[in-house]
């Protein structure tokens, strides 16, 4: 039986039910964001090591234990954030593969072996925050999604630093914030490789961005095909409904 907190829920994290994650809509609930993360990043199949920051409930490694028998290590801030992804990896009976640390990104260098990961993911805080009257009324989502306690380039360093020369770095954000993520790819040596514009539907604007880079890589970016998620009769698309479904 597991132990469900507050307004805590038991929700299936895929559609063949055979992963389960818990969810609370006032501290954190995994959106499409993570789940169109998980399925871009280009992961180690067999061997190697992940590393993903920001990680919430653990969502992102509990993907990509899907795909890939690699170690995966999640990083969260926000302590009951965090003791939920420590819940959910016990609940999926994945401890053999999944480790969850508390921590402050800027701050794990004693923690995490650095230059060591193959592949960093990261769905960071969305949105520069300049006064208070801006923060979100819940504490929970005000640092998930305003840079409030690491900035766009505080999770780009960390990247940097954790992943080994010629290892990947995925980030899911928003389109809004593409130039400033190129500008920090490259500054710390982050080289953009696979960029892919996600729309709601056709004939609307893109409301989210996949972009891949390597370490130490040479130029030369691929725009990938655009990702739309609903049709016009509000159906999901047929590349929508692969990856929410498996």
Do not use: W
Not at 112 to 122: G, H, N
Not at 127 to 154: G, M, V
Not at 163 to 172: E, I, L, N, Q, S
Not at 196 to 211: D, H, I, R, S, T
Request: aromatic fraction near 8%; proline fraction near 5%; include cysteine.
């Amino acid at each position: 039986m597991t132990d469900l907190y507050d307004d805590e829920r038991l929700d299936y994290l895929l559609a063949d039910e055979t992963m389960k994650i818990i969810q609370s809509p006032t501290a954190f609930a995994f959106s499409l964001d993570a789940v169109l993360l998980a399925h871009f990043s280009s992961i180690p199949k067999k061997r190697g090591k992940i590393l993903d920051l920001c990680t919430g409930n653990g969502v992102i490694p509990l993907l990509l234990s899907k795909r890939t028998s690699a170690e995966i290590i999640g990083v969260e801030i926000q302590q009951r954030i965090f003791q939920m992804a420590q819940r959910n990896v016990t609940l999926n009976d994945l401890s053999h593969q999944l480790r969850m640390i508390h921590g402050d990104l800027k701050e794990m260098q004693t923690t995490l072996d650095q230059s060591s990961f193959d592949m960093v993911t990261v769905n960071p805080p969305y949105f520069k925050t300049p006064s208070a009257a801006e923060h979100n009324q819940n504490e929970y989502l005000t640092i998930a999604r305003h840079e409030l306690y690491c900035s766009l380039e505080d999770v780009v360093k960390a990247c940097k630093l954790y992943v080994r020369p010629g290892g990947k770095v995925a980030m899911v954000h928003r389109p809004g914030r593409l130039v400033d993520i190129i500008e920090q790819f490259r500054k710390y040596r982050i080289e953009p490789k696979r960029i892919q514009f996600v729309y709601p539907k056709q004939g609307k604007e893109a409301n989210m961005l996949l972009v891949e880079g390597i370490r130490d890589g040479k130029a030369d970016v691929k725009i990938l095909p655009p990702f739309y998620i609903y049709e016009h009769d509000g159906s999901y698309t047929k590349q929508a409904e692969e990856v929410i479904y498996g």
